[in-house]
């Protein structure tokens, strides 16, 4: 049985701006730009169908730019089919502390810990709960960034999706002599 081709999509926004690449490095070049959202802080933006090369990990790199004031991103994005998995080990994920990370000058420079500012609840900070994206995902900076704190300029996010190897045919054909030649090894001792 063949498996099912992976595809990555996500719900999410960001104030201001952001583009979403996937890449197999830590750059980001435009032949590799999934997304963008141009506008400034408005209604949530998705994506669908975007094809996985099987058998390759890749990294998902979000720029976000805030033009002044406060800041944050927020999404869900889900892989469907087989063969891949976040950096949670599943076929989703949320923005959070945890499984991304974050930089100001650049993806390469992307290893701190985000700062949350609330989960995508009623009464979210800033501009409250976004349409379409899971209640669980967080709002997530590189820093502080509320009404007060926030400040122009890029915050560089980044986690990755990981290609999970099948069982080849010839390592399935190997395991299967093994369990043949013991089942022959403990028939002949009995």
């Known amino acids: 049985m063949q498996a099912q081709a992976a595809t990555l999509a996500g719900s999410y926004t960001a104030d201001d701006s952001l583009k979403i690449y996937l890449s197999a490095d830590l750059t980001a070049t ?29 990294y998902l790199l979000v720029e976000a730019y805030n033009v002044s004031g406060p800041a944050m ?26 499984d991304w990370t974050v930089g100001e000058t650049g993806f390469a420079s992307a290893t701190a810990q985000p700062v949350s500012l609330g989960a995508n609840a009623p009464g979210l900070q800033i501009w409250g709960q976004r349409a379409s994206i899971d209640a669980e995902a967080e709002a997530i900076w590189a820093y502080y960034a509320d009404w007060s704190a926030g400040r122009t300029g890029s915050a560089f996010f980044v986690t990755q999706i990981t290609a999970v190897p099948e069982p080849s045919a010839g390592g399935l054909f190997v395991a299967g002599l093994a369990a043949v030649g013991f089942a022959l090894r403990r ?3 009995s």
Request: glycine fraction near 12%; charged fraction near 15%; charge should be negative.
């Open 30 to 58: 435009l032949d590799e730009l999934v997304t963008t959202k141009s506008s400034s802080w408005g209604p949530t933006e998705s994506f669908s169908g975007f094809a996985l090369a099987p058998g390759q990990s890749v």
């Open 73 to 98: 991103f927020v999404g869900n994005f889900d892989i469907t089919g087989d063969g891949f998995t976040f950096a949670n080990g599943t076929t989703s994920l949320l923005t959070n502390t945890l």
């Open 187 to 189: 028939s002949r001792r």
